[in-house]
Structure formats: structure tokens, C-alpha cells
């Protein structure tokens, strides 16, 4: 079993700067790659970042040089700096990690933090 928990969403007026945090425990050997994804209200879910564990780093161009992704591998723990918010950056944002266990590896999501961005 492998548990994340996030924190950090919230309401923020446009301009503004969030922080998310996801803290991921349980029975796994390794963390491949951690990221963030979101979905907006009858959107699909779309990747906002990931990181992998040698550091590199991709971003949906939407966000890019607005979002910063970061990781604790001492803490199992990834965070997304959101800076210059904007209204259509609004959605629920879900971490998500892909994690060595056992023999195989498997992907586990959070359950959502709410980012509301208004004009």
C-alpha cells in the first residue's frame, strides 16, 4: 500500500502564488517520478509537471516559467511553487507518483487539492 497526502490548495486572487505539497508513505522500494497533474471542471486530466529522480524536469508549456516543480527524496515529498496565478489555472491538482514495489512498479494518485484562482 502506498499513500499520498497533499496539501496546500486554496483560494488566491490572480497574480498570486500557491504552494502544494504531496508526501508519499508506505511499503515501496523507490521512487521513480512524481508530478502533478490537474483537471479543470468537465476537462480531462492534463500533466502540469513531473520531475524523475535524477531531477530532470517537464512542464505543460501553459505553465512554464510560472510553475516550479521540486522534490525531497529525504521526505518522499514533491511540491509545485504556482506563482502569477491565473483564473484558467483553477482545478483540482492531484499528485501523482510511480513507485518501485516489489518486483513492479505502480502508479498511485492523491486525492485532490481544490486551486481557485479569481479575477
Known amino acids: 500500500q502506498v499513500q499520498l497526502v497533499e496539501s496546500g490548495g486554496g483560494l488566491v486572487q490572480a497574480g498570486g502564488s500557491l504552494r502544494l505539497s504531496c508526501a508519499a508513505s508506505g511499503n515501496f522500494f523507490s521512487i521513480n517520478s512524481m508530478g502533478w497533474y490537474r483537471q479543470a471542471p468537465e476537462k480531462q486530466r492534463d500533466l502540469v509537471a513531473t520531475?524523475?529522480?535524477?531531477?530532470?524536469?517537464n512542464y505543460a508549456e501553459s505553465v512554464k516559467g510560472r510553475f516550479t516543480i521540486s522534490r525531497d527524496n529525504a521526505k518522499k515529498a514533491v511540491y509545485l511553487q504556482m506563482n502569477s496565478l491565473k483564473p484558467e489555472d483553477t482545478a483540482v491538482y492531484y499528485c501523482h507518483v510511480r513507485v518501485l514495489s516489489g518486483l513492479r512498479y505502480l502508479e498511485v494518485w492523491g486525492q485532490g487539492t481544490l486551486v481557485t484562482v479569481s479575477s
Open positions: 520531475i524523475i529522480s535524477g531531477g530532470s524536469t
